[in-house]
């Protein structure tokens, strides 16, 4: 962890008490994103937005949309560099809402529940992922095979015979 991460985190400890101390670490390492997660993300799917999705911005629609073009790779590219401050940025904005949240409500069980629901609510639902992933891998990925299989190879001839009614044989062809 970076200094001013571990700061910032100690000056939000400092400020709880002891029992609002061990809710903000339980539900902050629970909810956290980690940078490690989030370039695998980026190097596997990144074309497609999944680092996007895994950070909770609905901004990985927009990476989806346009994976086709050259747009969503130029800002994967920047994403490489970007991608530590905006993971920081997500955690350092978790970090608050918790830390306002375990102010706001005292350690009941029903108010930990309370904090729960609203950290959950933040999410991208199992769902959008879903639906994200499955557009992936049933319309893009096998549109971008078929493309490929259409640039490099011109055509696809198929020879065969055909017996005629008189018993002779003829050659013929299609092109797909």
């Not at 000056?11 to 809710?23: A, F, H, K, S």
């Not at 670490?25 to 940078?35: E, V």
């Not at 680092?51 to 909770?56: E, G, P, Q, S, V």
């Not at 350092?92 to 009941?108: D, H, I, P, V």
């Amino acid at each position: 962890m970076s200094k001013l991460k571990l700061n910032y985190l100690e000056q939000v400890l400092q400020q709880l008490n002891d029992g609002e101390r061990v809710q903000f670490t339980f539900f902050y390492r629970q909810h956290r994103k980690n940078i490690l997660v989030a370039y695998l993300w980026l190097i596997v799917l990144g074309i497609f937005g999944a680092h996007k999705f895994y950070l909770n911005k609905r901004s990985g629609w927009l990476y989806l949309l346009f994976c086709w073009s050259g747009i969503s790779a130029l800002l994967v590219l920047l994403d490489l560099f970007l991608l530590p401050s905006q993971v920081n940025r997500y955690n350092r904005q978790l970090a608050l809402e918790l830390y306002e949240l375990t102010k706001q409500l005292n350690q009941q069980s029903s108010n930990l529940l309370l904090i729960d629901n609203k950290l959950r609510k933040r999410r991208i639902k199992l769902l959008e992922w879903v639906v994200a992933l499955l557009i992936i891998f049933t319309v893009i990925l096998p549109g971008i095979a078929y493309l490929n299989m259409r640039l490099t190879a011109h055509h696809l001839e198929v020879h065969y015979k055909t017996n005629q009614l008189d018993g002779s044989q003829r050659d013929s062809y299609f092109v797909l």
